[in-house]
């Protein structure tokens, strides 16, 4: 007994630690990342190791070991002068290699060093949250107390995939899991990326061996692993394992001789996420300026002495803005200090970095400007990414999903193709990740490397005559930069991962050739639910009629519609694209136009409901205004009367229940929806007609409506007698 708490109290001693990958080894973010190492890429104007770095100490971990591979000079460098150094009981220390290729290899180099004593964190530098870790590693102590085997414990949080793309809001894809519902344990990980048969296989022995067992296709991986100290001595033992998920993690769920086990912890409140392609990158800059990350929001950050102030409407503005009074900036929109902003130029849903200049009339759209950009007079920009120290001469524009890597000269009025990615370095012909290492050797600053160092226009002859004159001039009269080629395979990788909407015609062409059926068979013909529990008798065929527990299909459907509308209003996404989403959801829960109707009227209400006010009067004014935006989605599920009535049935339901808040301005509200033709008269008279046997306590609003139903009447009547 005594031994016991003595090791216990020695574990309660060791500080917490925690190890940060600060290489991605992949090219998902190239050409950016052949001149800076991803870590230190911006987001929302600070870099991202800075978010990762914050929410460790905020959560108690003491010691952090960086690794660092591309790029590691840059990486060192920034951290030996940033604030995290010299921080009281919380010291980074960085590990330095250059022919780690994965990483298997990372941890198997930190297993070498000995510098881990106990239980860790292992993250990437692309991590944002603000979770606290307590619960999470009390659950992993508490499971290793009992059981040794008990290496590793993953962060999940629930995130149901796009009915269509079959991807998640942050670009991954659809993500299927196993989980002991009790224990917790994770039985089986299976990411749809690497699983081409279209199908799941489950071993049997999953539903013998198990009293009941939860597949899930509704959650997220937060890429977050509390982990003992076994997993940097099973990475050593293990030469092959290279990937965290597909090797290590699938590898200790097959195999059954050491019995090594993971658990999963969901977070449910808090925020975590890992930026790992262009649309998380997206993704998160939005949940960032939405405050869903708070404290790590841009008007607090890491030190609490941020200069940017958050004003209405999600707009933040840092200090030595010069912006023209005829200028606009929408909502949703971050400003960086000393950027300068011309006469009549518009800003929405953007974030723009320190030391821009932008002319007039430029209008700019869901884009990522970073630091030191000069944009001139007359140009477009639509969803893109434009690094540090580009120059976009006048009429210049970016068609949705370009990438302008560091320095790149657009020409005058050159329009830049959709999704193009523009470097000054030429286009690589090997695909290795670790061929960054090769601009990484002599570059010595953070924002150069020796092709881009020095200003444009005093390019030495040598370099220049290694570019081809067939490309020299390919961004336009007066630009410099090689447009990068995308292989035809490569062509939808760049369309689903982008910081753009998904086209319409994309959409339509995955919902024409995609399978509706929403089961998925497994290889004895049986059909498993895509998200429950399953008892051990599920492997027949009639197991869907036998579960207790089945969901409310009319529920989840309503949550799945407003999520999808919720991404719209972030993502500032069409109309035709919502309608799409809205009808895959349709077809999956086999909804009516009714069903549909409603819920977007609830979303859409809730979305005004959610705006800014202080009055009644300025709470009807949201629902004029949104209304008005959201018109046409609205009438396109409003067919005939039925639909009417239902969303009539609807606002009564969410004037009794959720959103009571609307039950004085009931009357004003329906009367604005008749005007603007939403409603029609037969539906409110046949909604009042309907009422007229219910019970007193389902008249509330008929009686508040009698005066504008007597009128709607008359004039009925006038119009027959005429």
């Not at 007359?378 to 949705?400: F, N, Q, R, W, Y």
């Not at 030429?426 to 020796?450: F, K, W």
């Not at 991962?497 to 013909?525: C, F, R, T, W, Y």
């Not at 035709?576 to 009227?601: K, Q, W």
């Amino acid at each position: 007994m005594g031994a016991a708490e003595d090791a216990e109290e020695e574990l309660a001693r060791t500080p917490l630690q925690a190890i940060i990958l600060a290489d991605s080894f992949t090219t998902k973010f190239r050409p950016i990342t052949l001149e800076r190492p991803k870590v230190l890429l911006p987001l929302v104007n600070a870099p991202m190791i800075d978010y990762t770095l914050a929410w460790l100490e905020s959560a108690g971990v003491e010691e952090v070991f960086v690794f660092c591979c591309a790029h590691s000079k840059q990486v060192i460098d920034y951290l030996d002068k940033s604030n995290w150094f010299g921080q009281p009981n919380f010291s980074v220390t960085t590990i330095e290699s250059h022919n780690a290729i994965s990483a298997g290899d990372a941890l198997r180099l930190i297993y070498e060093q000995h510098v881990i004593r106990g239980d860790f964190i292992l993250v990437s530098g692309d991590t944002v949250s603000n979770m606290s870790l307590s619960q999470a590693l009390k659950e992993h102590k508490e499971r290793r107390r009992k059981d040794s085997n008990a290496v590793m414990t993953m962060v999940i949080k629930q995130s149901k995939a796009s009915p269509v793309t079959r991807q998640s809001r942050l670009g991954t894809e659809e993500l299927f899991m196993v989980i002991d519902p009790e224990t917790k344990q994770l039985l089986y990980y299976e990411d749809r990326g690497d699983n081409l048969k279209g199908y799941l296989s489950l071993d049997k022995a999953l539903l013998t061996d198990n009293t009941s067992i939860s597949l899930q296709n509704d959650k997220q991986d937060c890429y977050i692993d509390i982990c003992s100290p076994e997993v940097l001595s099973l990475f050593t033992d293990n030469f092959d394992y290279q990937h965290l998920r597909r090797d290590f993690v699938k590898g200790l769920l097959v195999d059954d001789i050491m019995g090594y086990k993971i658990y999963t912890h969901e977070i449910h409140s808090s925020y975590a996420a890992r930026i790992d392609n262009y649309r998380s990158y997206h993704t998160i800059s939005k949940d960032i300026i939405q405050r869903w990350t708070y404290p790590l929001v841009p008007d607090v950050q890491f030190f609490g002495n941020s200069a940017t102030k958050l004003e209405r409407q999600g707009m933040y503005r840092a200090p030595e803005i010069k912006q023209s009074r005829s200028s606009k900036i929408g909502p949703f929109t971050v400003i960086g200090s000393g950027t300068s902003i011309g006469n009549n130029t518009e800003i929405s849903n953007s974030v723009v970095g320190e030391g821009c200049s932008i002319g007039s009339n430029v209008t700019i759209e869901g884009c990522y400007i970073w630091h030191n950009v000069t944009i001139e007079d007359g140009c477009k920009l639509k969803h893109s990414i434009v690094c540090d120290g580009v120059t976009m001469k006048s009429g210049a524009a970016l068609e949705p999903g370009v990438v302008l890597s560091f320095k790149v000269v657009i020409g005058r009025s050159f329009l830049v193709p959709a999704y193009s990615k523009v470097s000054l370095h030429q286009q690589p012909i090997r695909q290795d990740s670790d061929e960054e290492l090769e601009y990484a050797d002599n570059s010595s600053g953070i924002t150069e490397s020796p092709s881009v160092s020095g200003t444009l226009d005093l390019l030495n002859e040598e370099e220049r005559t290694e570019l081809p004159d067939s490309q020299e001039y390919e961004v336009g009269d007066g630009g410099v930069g090689f447009i990068w080629l995308v292989s035809e395979a490569g062509q939808e990788e760049e369309w689903r991962h982008s910081v753009a909407p998904i086209p319409v015609d994309k959409l339509v062409a995955i919902m024409q050739i995609s399978n509706d059926e929403a089961d998925l068979p497994n290889e004895d013909g049986a059909f498993l639910p895509p998200s429950g529990e399953l008892g051990p008798d599920s492997i027949t065929n009639d197991s869907n009629e036998d579960a207790e527990d089945i969901r409310d299909d009319s529920v989840i459907f309503e949550r799945e519609v407003e999520a999808t509308f919720q991404r719209a209003v972030e993502e500032d996404v069409t109309d035709d694209h919502v309608i799409l989403e809205v009808n895959s959801l349709r077809l999956s829960y086999n909804m009516a136009s009714a069903d549909c109707a409603g819920a977007l009227f609830y979303s859409v209400m809730k979305l005004a409901l959610d705006a800014p006010h202080d009055s009644p009067n300025e709470l009807y004014k949201n629902v004029v205004s949104t209304v008005r935006k959201w018109k046409k989605l609205l009438k396109y599920y409003l067919p005939s009367i039925d639909e009417e009535i239902e969303v009539i049935l609807k606002f009564e339901e969410m004037c009794l229940e959720s959103a009571r808040e609307y039950s004085p301005l009931f009357v004003q509200i329906l009367h604005h929806l008749y005007d603007q033709d939403i409603i029609q008269e037969e539906a409110i008279l046949d909604w009042a007609s309907e009422k007229e046997g219910a019970e007193e306590s389902d008249k509330i609003f008929v009686k508040q409506s009698e005066k504008f139903i007597q009128w709607l009447k008359e004039a009925s009547e006038e119009e027959d007698e005429d």
